[in-house]
């Protein structure tokens, strides 16, 4: 059972990447999808959570009206799109498969995760 993130890279101030997370080795599509950031040093962030219906979305305040989450149960796939990147959007990004009964942003919560992917905005 894991989850394989791809998509991350670099990107001037303004673009846009969209992050993918795939399940493998089992279903993920009744449980809640999180995407988290983590600078160096830093403490993991919550970014934004997905419900197993795809109905309810939480961003954290820094990304609210540029970030967007979505998910294809049907491909055990989560989306991360990621719009008008500031350089403090520079990070390591993740991916969690979370609880059943919905979007938490508490880490603990989280049993399986990504390996992580960088993510640099510069110009």
């Known amino acids: 059972v894991q989850l394989v993130e791809s998509g991350g890279g670099l990107v001037q101030p303004g673009g846009s990447l969209r992050r993918s997370c795939a399940a493998f080795?089992?279903?993920?599509?009744?449980?809640?999808r999180g995407w988290f950031r983590q600078a160096p040093g830093k403490e993991r962030e919550f970014v934004g959570g997905?419900?197993?219906?795809?109905?309810?979305?939480y961003d954290a305040d820094s990304v609210k009206g540029r970030f967007d989450i979505s998910r294809d149960n049907a491909k055990n796939m989560v989306y991360l799109q990621m719009n008008s990147l500031k350089p403090e959007d520079t990070d390591d990004y993740y991916c969690?498969?979370?609880?059943?009964?919905?979007?938490?942003?508490?880490?603990?919560?989280?049993?399986?995760w990504g390996q992580g992917t960088q993510v640099t905005v510069s110009s």
């Open positions: 080795g089992c279903t993920f599509s009744s449980s809640a």
């Open positions: 997905i419900s197993w219906s795809g109905s309810i979305t």
């Open positions: 969690a498969a979370g609880p059943k009964y919905g979007v938490t942003g508490r880490i603990y919560e989280y049993g399986t």
